[in-house]
């Protein structure tokens, strides 16, 4: 799981493309897609962790928390509330594991390293 967090942002940000690029091809094709992609609890625990260690290396909270929700909703488009469905995830005692491993690779990436992870997700909110 090295780098989770930095993948699953740059996993976030690919697909979003991918997923504009088979669209506009089935739209000129007539073809129709439907994404099949299935994401890992590990993914969803990297974007967890991005909530509680992000707060405090930001500048720009309000910023921060867009860019969070819009990564959130990518991951789980079917939920009503993905970041509600994130927090009530963390709380599960058969995610537990998984979080702390996601936790434990962020603070082996250190604090520049999710510094500059949380200023992409801030950025991101754009």
Do not use: H, R
């Amino acid at each position: 799981m090295k780098n989770v967090l930095l993948k699953a942002f740059t996993a976030a940000t690919f697909s979003v493309f991918a997923l504009n690029a088979s669209t506009a091809f089935a739209a000129d094709e007539k073809i129709e897609v439907t994404p099949t992609t299935q994401i890992s609890k590990q993914e969803l625990a990297a974007i967890y962790v991005l909530s509680e260690v992000c707060p405090k290396l930001v500048n720009d909270q309000a910023k921060f928390d867009q860019g969070y929700a819009k990564l959130a909703k990518e991951y789980m488009p079917n939920e009503k509330s993905p970041v509600a469905a994130l927090e009530k995830l963390s709380k599960q005692k058969s995610f537990a594991k998984i979080l702390d491993e996601a936790q434990n690779d962020a603070k082996k990436a250190g604090t520049a390293k999710n510094k500059e992870i949380c200023q992409e997700l801030t950025a991101y909110a754009n």
